[in-house]
């Protein structure tokens, strides 16, 4: 959907340790969205970022850095991973058709943090 | 922030059966979104509705919008196997934001 990957998509590992997750895009979308998905709490937003270098912090976005040096791709850092982050966490970018933004979500990243 | 609140958060309904799942705001909101989520999967865009009173119809599913703007409500008849899995609503969350419920996880008793 709307040319949207994520990498890895799946990763283990341990607390204290830094992560990058990368979401990739073809279509030159200007906006892109990190989520993390936790049961019972839906989809929450991390960062969002609505140009090159251009980012701002969603409604969990401690513990959480991201960077957009390309239109194409958005990357979320842990700094210092904590077992709370363990997570399901998704990519979107937002995409107009008419009067109507529609986002488009990547496969997603499970990360398990130890 | 803008918030949307979902009831229920779970629902087991059987085969066949119809079901109505419920978005509701405190505030009035100028769109709703729906979207999809089938179990290991990634959210899907099923349908926006921006006019008072609308209402939507994809096959078995039908949206509508409060009179208010303030709720909407999927309603789901003759329920199959495929519909399992998480409904979210959405309203716009500022700076082309979404601001999404918290889910109807729907699971589907054959």
């Known amino acids: 959907d709307a040319g949207i990957t994520q990498s890895p998509r799946h990763k283990v590992t341990e607390t204290g340790t830094p992560v990058t997750l990368r979401c990739h895009q073809t279509?030159?979308?200007?906006?892109m969205y990190w989520y993390r998905q936790d049961p019972g709490h839906g989809l929450r937003l991390i960062h969002y970022?609505?140009?090159?270098?251009?980012?701002d912090k969603g409604e969990v976005s401690d513990g959480y850095s991201v960077s957009r040096s390309k239109t194409e791709d958005f990357l979320l850092t842990l700094e210092s991973a904590t077992s709370s982050q363990t997570s399901v966490y998704f990519c979107?970018?937002?995409?107009?058709?008419?009067?109507?933004?529609?986002?488009?979500f990547g496969p997603g990243t499970r990360l398990t943090v130890l | 922030g803008q918030q949307v609140m979902q009831i229920p958060q779970y629902q087991h309904v059987q085969e066949g059966e119809d079901f109505t799942t419920y978005c509701n705001s405190s505030?009035?909101?100028?769109?709703i979104q729906w979207y999809k989520q089938r179990p290991g999967g990634h959210p899907v865009f099923l349908i926006q509705?921006?006019?008072?009173?609308e209402v939507k119809k994809q096959k078995r599913l039908t949206f509508q919008f409060g009179e208010a703007k303030k709720n909407s409500s999927l309603h789901i008849t003759a329920t199959q196997t495929t519909d399992v899995g998480t409904y979210f609503c959405?309203?716009?969350?500022?700076?082309?934001?979404?601001?999404f419920g918290k889910g109807n996880q729907v699971v589907v008793i054959p």
């Open positions: 979107a970018i937002s995409k107009t058709s008419g009067s109507t933004d529609t986002q488009y």
């Open positions: 279509e030159n979308h200007r906006y």
């Open positions: 970022s609505y140009g090159v270098k251009d980012t």
């Open positions: 505030t009035t909101l100028s769109n």
């Open positions: 509705l921006v006019k008072s009173g």
């Open positions: 959405a309203g716009p969350g500022g700076n082309n934001r979404l601001a």
